[in-house]
């Protein structure tokens, strides 16, 4: 067993331990995770649709049509959406589109822009 412990991500504990090197285990919640899932915030990582890391800030564009609960039409694809803020859960976008206003986006729906 490896001497080394780390903060579980799930409930802050700080025993979190490895028998193999490489997947952490909990002993107070037993949440298991990798920690090259999670940057150095501690923070999980947030991944667009070709794979680039995201961060709180970043522009980003649409990739497909969305259709938006409540609104007449979709957020079209190629729309630009400016200082996004990353969120836990399903939706781990948190940004404001231009006639849309707040909402909450997959990133597996966007791609970072150039």
Known sequence: MSDELKQCPA??????YT???EIY????CGNDWNPADYNESGGQKVLDANGNEL?????VVVIKDLPVKGA???VKMGTK?????LTDGDHNINCKIDGF???GLKSEFVRKAN
């Open 55 to 59: 961060a709180d800030g970043d522009t």
């Open 11 to 16: 409930c802050k504990s700080p025993f979190g």
């Open 72 to 74: 007449p039409k979709p």
């Open 25 to 28: 285990s909990c002993p107070e």
């Open 19 to 21: 028998v193999n090197g």
């Open 81 to 85: 959406v400016k200082n996004i803020r």
């Open 101 to 103: 206003g707040a909402m």
